[in-house]
Nanobody, 124 residues
Framework: QVQLVESGGGLVQAGDSLTLSCVGS????????LAWFRQGPGTEREFVAV????????NYADSVRRRFTISRDNSKNTVILQMNSLKPEDTAIYYC?????????????????WGQGTQVTVSS
């Protein structure tokens, strides 16, 4: 299984931008669909965005569509979440996740590899 480490979280103001990074190791990165999830205070973990193995297909939660962009660089074993126009309700711990896939699927659940999470706090 691939191991994942996130970075880039922090404290920002509403309307600001922030970029999260996740680096993988221990597996063939291009065999995995990669996703970001988040868990806010007192809430369950929720899907944010996913990108297919080769990066051709991306899907987003409605709450972040047109504000967040997911991308990946398989040569660097990295997946990025660019977050723009941040809102206080985006405050959460953000997790990177990987799921082995044999096609260009973009699953929103069933992930077996997770990072430790990075905190994002958006003040109003």
């Amino acid at each position: 299984q691939v191991q994942l480490v996130e970075s880039g979280g922090g404290l920002v103001q509403a309307g600001d931008s922030l970029t999260l990074s996740c680096v993988g190791s221990g597996g063939t990165f291009s065999n995995y669909a990669l996703a970001w999830f988040r868990q806010g205070p007192g809430t369950e973990r929720e899907f944010v965005a996913v990108i297919s193995r080769a990066g051709r297909v991306r899907n987003y939660a409605d709450s972040v569509r047109r504000r967040f962009t997911i991308s990946r660089d398989n040569s660097k074993n990295t997946v990025i979440l660019q977050m723009n126009s941040l809102k206080p309700e985006d405050t959460a711990i953000y997790y990177c996740a990987a799921r082995y896939t044999v096609t260009g699927a973009t699953p929103t659940d069933g992930y077996g590899s997770w990072g430790q999470g990075t905190q994002v706090t958006v003040s109003s």
